[in-house]
């Protein structure tokens, strides 16, 4: 009777381990390693044609002090833009759809702490510490960045 005790003890430990292995592994894939409790259950999704007409000509905005997104972004893996066509001022609907794909790998719907919205945001307002292309806002409060937030949070119906 011991024995039988013992090794159903033992089963037991070992399915409990087997499960603690298998959990990590069982949540859904996320967004630059931000987890999925960061992504509030609100439905909130990402929005094609606001991409295009409000978020995209942020990507390719002049800034004071700053290059432009498109600038590093052609050539960045983590949030890759594609090139404009010579002579053109803005990307075409395949383009498009493509910087939609790029851009949303960096976004967890619904979450303020979407890598978009904190990665070239000032440390100070709530950013992370670097990005290589500097910091294009100083304040939550800037329009841009209020668009941003807009996208990531599916507000845009406004």
């Known amino acids: 009777m011991k024995y039988r005790s013992v090794s159903r003890s033992v089963a037991g430990a070992l399915g409990v381990a087997a499960l603690c292995l298998t959990l990590p592994l069982a949540r859904p894939a996320t967004v630059m390693g931000q987890r999925s409790e960061s992504s509030p259950s609100s439905g909130a999704s990402l929005d094609y044609a606001f991409f295009k007409a409000r978020v995209q000509p942020i990507l390719l905005a002049q800034r004071p002090g700053h290059a432009r997104c498109i600038s590093c972004h052609k050539h960045n893996n983590q949030m890759r833009l594609q090139p404009l066509s010579p002579g053109s001022a803005a990307w075409n609907e395949d383009e498009s759809r493509k910087n939609f794909e790029s851009v949303g790998r960096l976004v967890v719907p619904g979450s303020l702490k979407?890598?978009?919205?904190?990665?070239?945001?000032?440390?100070?307002?709530?950013?992370?510490?670097?990005?290589?292309?500097?910091?294009?806002?100083?304040?939550?409060?800037?329009?841009?960045?209020?668009?941003?937030?807009?996208?990531?949070?599916?507000?845009?119906?406004?």
């Open 114 to 158: 979407s890598r978009l919205l904190v990665h070239p945001l000032a440390e100070v307002a709530g950013g992370d510490f670097y990005h290589s292309g500097g910091k294009h806002w100083t304040s939550q409060s800037e329009a841009e960045w209020q668009t941003l937030k807009a996208w990531v949070l599916g507000q845009t119906s406004k």
